[in-house]
């Protein structure tokens, strides 16, 4: 009776640890996808991005730092540094040579520690307008999807993109209802930083 009773715990207690295991796994996957959004070598720094700039045993000049409109951040000893449009390793590079001025082989790292330049904006007939984080490969259905839907009012067959290429403003329609039904899945674009969807 006793060995049934701790056969029934046991079967109890892995069962009750799976779903706290596949919880934990789907944790992992989301830091690791979090992590990887933020330190990709090859992704180029924006505008509002929050830097952590480390430099090796000098506690007064590493810091957080935000990048301001102009492009620039503020650091002790170089004042002006230009980051965006520059790697984090590219910057790290820049923010060295500086250094050498002052001191002996300095050690720097820089990390994103907010990636705030990527953002798409969704506007009007919407029930959460504004600005949101601009995941890989998103459309325009997805990011209209996270604005929490349409307002009665909204006109979904005149929705449209504006887009800044070659410095001008351009328009992309979007038929919401034609791209839901599989007719112009091609309207459903991959949305590019500071992309404004307009929902009239």
Do not use: C
């Amino acid at each position: 009776m006793r060995a049934l009773l701790w056969i029934g715990l046991g079967t109890m207690l892995a069962g009750g640890s799976l779903p706290a295991q596949d919880a934990a796994k789907a944790d992992s996957k989301a830091t690791q996808a979090q992590t990887a959004a933020t330190t990709d070598a090859s992704k180029k720094i924006g505008h509002q991005d929050v830097l952590r700039i480390d430099v090796w045993k000098e506690p007064e000049i590493s810091r957080s730092v935000p990048v301001r409109p102009d492009g620039k951040v503020s650091l002790p000893l170089l004042n002006d540094v230009q980051a965006a449009g520059l790697t984090a390793m590219e910057l790290a590079n820049v923010i060295t040579e500086g250094l050498k001025k002052f001191m002996n082989s300095p050690q720097v790292t820089v990390g994103v520690s907010e990636i705030n330049s990527r953002r798409v904006y969704v506007t009007g007939e919407v029930a959460r307008p504004g600005a949101f984080p601009l995941l890989p490969n998103m459309t325009v259905l997805q990011a209209l999807t996270s604005s929490g839907g349409f307002t009665q009012f909204a006109r979904i067959k005149n929705i449209y993109v504006l887009r800044t290429e070659g410095g001008k403003q351009v328009k992309h329609t979007f038929n919401y209802k034609d791209v839901v039904s599989g007719k112009r899945p091609e309207d459903n674009i991959v949305l590019q930083p500071g992309d404004t969807i307009v929902v009239p």
